[in-house]
Nanobody
């Protein structure tokens, strides 16, 4: 069973930084685009960022451009989300995802269980 395991969430003050990590089995990692979604309390799940298999192509939601950076380490089957200049509105459960094109939620094939990020003002 494909399994994505996130880590790195926590409580941080506004303006601070966190780095999320996601470990994936090789069978999932080696054949999929990887990315991140988030879901804030009372809101729908939304796309945050995606990275191609090679790492050469990345994409971001407008709300996080310039503050978040996605990367992947194919040797370790890991994907990361560096989050800087965090805002209270970034508070959400963050999910690691894998699929053919994770920018489209319907095309996400595998979801992690999520890690909570809380940004205090």
């Amino acid at each position: 069973q494909a399994l994505l395991v996130e880590s790195g969430g926590g409580l941080v003050q506004a303006g601070g930084s966190l780095r999320l990590s996601c470990a994936a089995p090789e069978s999932t990692f080696s054949s999929h685009t990887m990315g991140w979604y988030r879901q804030a309390p009372g809101k729908e799940r939304q796309f945050v960022s995606a990275i191609s298999w090679s790492g050469g192509t990345t994409d971001y939601a407008d709300s996080v451009k310039g503050r978040f950076t996605i990367s992947r380490d194919n040797a370790k089957n890991m994907v990361y989300l560096q989050m800087n200049s965090l805002k209270p509105e970034d508070t959400a459960v963050y999910y690691c995802v894998a699929g053919a094109d994770v920018r489209v939620q319907e095309w996400v094939r595998v979801w992690g269980e999520g890690t909570l990020v809380t940004v205090s003002s």
